[in-house]
């Protein structure tokens, strides 16, 4: 195997291979455009094309592609071949500026919320120079954004870039007052990527993992979790050769894959990178999650990224750990002193009331059919949005709050009683698992998004309502310098933190109580995605967004046209699947094994008139009853799925699915599973838990 330094972003036009490629003037140029912003020039455009193609060929590409990020939320990519054919029927390899930075897909058969019509079908990607280009199966990958011919974003992407770029506008002035002028400000992320493998020939033989990515049916298995034995457990050997290869494919394309382990649940585990900008740890993270479905494969396994694929265990989160960086100064590290830290305080405060102002905006950037069934569940954060700040930082806010004095504490060395192990400085926050926007030394780890999630609507609506409070504290603080300054920003401060106290909360988020205190607090509690979604089209919303240029207020609303159709699309699959596998697979099994109890009792009888066939006839009256059961729920469920598909308005159906479609879907579900442990395992339909979870 090659050392990984030397297949390390090998296949990536990164800067290093940039600055040994293009001439120096070009390098310089690109660098501006990556770094300022500023225009590309043709001219430019071409030599960098010609060096990316003759790079791109050496490796062994055929094809180009611009790779965007549609609002499907996943990635797509239309290849063109660089052959360029001669009149003497010879073809050279070409590749043009005007190709790198601009192509032109179907625009119509994407979602996009009205934005389009069928009819009207130009669109246009544009190369997105800040992320870098890469070569994946023979095809020279370039990361851009994707908009309509009238300049609509249709995709991810370039929300997410405009925030960047508010927040580098409003952190720089911010900065400014103290002094500092730092080239850019920019975002960063580490997404912690969990998922699921299972055996392909298990995934096969059942039609909702295949159609649904979640089981729709399934008694819990025998053993779950509850021996937490799992958890960072020696790695089976086919889950180990298929992350030894996940790694060397990701760090070819230069993705920092870090640290690999099993998870909470069986055959869960975990993928963490190290962190990097935002846009380019998006980019990768939706890499990682090509790569882990594709490669699963080569091992016989299948990978599985819907937020529950399996009832009464835990289900998959993908944690977004999220900082803002000037350079390198990370400026929510609190350093030694966090209370004597104003600037850190300044952005702290900042994150803290745009979270409060925002919160509704957070808990939609993830909803989906799939987290419903993920959060609050004790295996992930409640869909109350609150931030934990830790010992050390609670009790500096509390002391700002209250205008009482705080002793910084000290760095206190933990011992751990072994003579072979080193001790260790506390950290000034201990990790709170049950938040969902928890503090952890410097950064915050958003834990609400769910595996399948892209993420850069989260981080597209963190960095825009970051952006809003530091224009309040840079609107409210320009034209004071030295003491004056000091003592405006830590009364700006201080009062800022009364007025968004209720959102700090760094109690246990699993409780019982705590919904009835976020409650009283005045904290929003939207349980389901079809809660969740009217916030974004809300006037406050549509304000934030274009105030500050990320979005209009059309493209607010495509999106939240688009969320609302994908997840009534998705309950609508899941409501087919379900009864299809009922009618074709579960009665035609339960009624099968009925008849062959029935048979036993009557051929026991004839053989012996006096044998006692009492506990084949109370197994039989179970099975038959259970018939009874599944076919009432059935035609429940027909009934109100019907009605469901009938309903024009799109929310009114979201919200008949969410509080009327799926109860009626998880009844169907407990008729089934109900019986499965009384049916003869070598007559029961699919691959169970005990099955699937525990393979070899």
Same mark, same amino acid.
């Not at 300022?36 to 791109?56: C, I, S, T, Y």
């Not at 952005?347 to 808990?363: C, H, N, P, S, W």
């Not at 967004?545 to 990320?550: A, K, M, N, Q, S």
């Given at each position: #195997? ?24 070009? =390098? ?13 020039? $043709?001219?430019?455009? %071409? ?158 033989? $059942? ?11 399934? =008694? ?10 799992? =958890?960072?457990?020696? /790695? ?76 009464? /265990? ?133 834990? #609400? ?53 209720? /959102? ?71 409501? $087919?699947? #379900? ?64 009605? %469901?598909?009938? #309903? ?41 838990? %005990?099955?699937?979870?525990? =393979?070899?």
């Amino acid at each position: #195997m090659a050392k990984v330094s030397e297949i390390y972003g090998s296949m990536v036009f990164n800067e290093h291979t940039m600055q040994e490629r293009l001439p120096s003037a070009t =390098y310089k140029s690109l660098r501006k455009t990556i770094e300022e912003g500023q225009p590309l020039d $043709r001219e430019v455009a %071409n030599v960098v094309a010609h060096a990316m193609k003759e790079w791109a060929i050496e490796k062994g590409a055929t094809h180009f592609t611009h790779w965007f990020q549609p609002l499907s939320g996943i990635t797509s990519e239309k290849h063109d071949s660089f052959i360029d054919p001669c009149p003497d029927g010879r073809a050279i390899m070409s590749f043009s500026g005007k190709e790198l930075i601009q192509g032109e897909p179907d625009a119509s058969s994407f979602p996009s919320g009205g934005l389009r019509a069928t009819f009207e079908a130009r669109g246009y990607t544009a190369w997105d120079p800040t992320s870098f280009a890469f070569i994946k199966d023979e095809v020279l990958c370039i990361p851009t954004a994707f908009c309509s011919y009238t300049g609509e974003a249709l995709d991810k992407k370039t929300p997410l870039l405009r925030s960047m770029s508010a927040i580098d506008e409003q952190a720089k002035r911010v900065l400014a007052l103290f002094g500092e002028a730092p080239a850019r400000v920019t975002t960063t992320v580490g997404s912690e990527q969990e998922y699921f493998l299972i055996s392909e020939k298990d995934y096969a033989k $059942r039609q909702d993992l295949i159609m649904c990515g979640r089981t729709l049916f399934g =008694y819990p298995p025998c053993k779950g979790q509850e021996l937490e034995e799992h =958890y960072f457990g020696a /790695i089976r050997p086919s889950v180990n050769e298929f992350m030894k290869e996940l790694d060397d494919e990701l760090w070819k394309i230069g993705v920092s894959a870090k640290t690999k382990h099993n998870e909470v649940a069986p055959a869960q585990h975990e993928l963490a990178p190290i962190f990097t900008n935002s846009n380019r740890a998006i980019d990768e993270n939706l890499l990682t999650m090509e790569k882990m479905r594709l490669l699963a494969s080569h091992h016989g396994l299948v990978c599985l990224q819907h937020e529950k694929p399996f009832e009464g /265990i835990n289900g998959s989160g993908k944690h977004n750990n999220w900082s803002i960086s000037a350079g390198k100064t990370n400026l929510l590290d609190p350093g030694e002193t966090p209370m004597d830290n104003l600037r850190f305080l300044v952005f702290l405060t900042g994150v803290i009331q745009a979270v409060d102002d925002y919160q509704e905006l957070l808990r939609m950037s993830v909803a989906s059919a799939g987290n419903d069934h993920r959060l609050g569940a004790n295996e992930a954060p409640p869909a109350i949005i609150s931030i934990f700040l830790g010992d050390e930082l609670g009790a500096i806010v509390d002391a700002l709050i209250d205008g009482h004095a705080y002793t910084s504490a000290d760095k206190v060395a933990m011992d751990l009683g072994v003579a072979v192990l080193p001790n260790f400085l506390k950290d000034n926050t201990d990790r709170n698992r049950t938040s969902p926007f928890a503090f952890t030394g410097n950064k915050f780890e958003f834990r #609400m998004p769910g595996s399948a999630v892209n993420l850069s609507d989260c981080n597209m609506i963190l960095n825009t309502a970051m952006a809003k409070s530091l224009k309040g504290f840079a609107d409210a603080m320009e034209g004071k310098a030295g003491e004056e300054f000091e003592a405006a920003a830590i009364a700006y401060v201080k009062e800022t933190l009364v007025e968004h106290q209720r /959102i700090i909360f760094n109690g246990n988020g699993y409780s019982d109580e705590w919904p009835a205190e976020a409650e009283r607090r005045g904290l929003a509690n939207h349980r389901t995605t079809a809660d969740a979604l009217p916030c974004l089209v809300a006037p406050e919303s549509v304000a934030l967004f274009e105030e500050f240029g990320v979005l209009s207020e059309p493209e607010v609303r495509s999106r939240y046209e688009v969320k609302l159709e994908k997840y009534n699309k998705l309950v609508n699959i899941e409501a $087919r699947t #379900m009864k299809r596998m009922v009618r074709r697979a579960y009665l035609p099994a339960i009624n099968a094994y009925a008849a062959k109890v029935a048979g036993h009792i009557t051929a026991v009888k004839a053989a012996s008139a006096g044998a006692d066939t009492g506990q084949q006839e109370r197994l039989l009256e179970k099975l038959l009853a259970g018939v009874r059961e599944i076919d009432a729920q059935l035609q429940v469920l027909d009934a109100a799925h019907h009605a %469901n598909i009938e #309903m024009a308005d799109q929310q009114r159906r979201a919200n008949d699915n969410a509080h009327h479609i799926l109860p009626i879907m998880d009844k169907l579900r407990v008729a089934v599973d109900a019986v499965e442990v009384v049916v003869d395992r070598d007559h029961w339909p699919v691959p169970t838990y %005990n099955d699937m979870l525990f =393979y070899v």
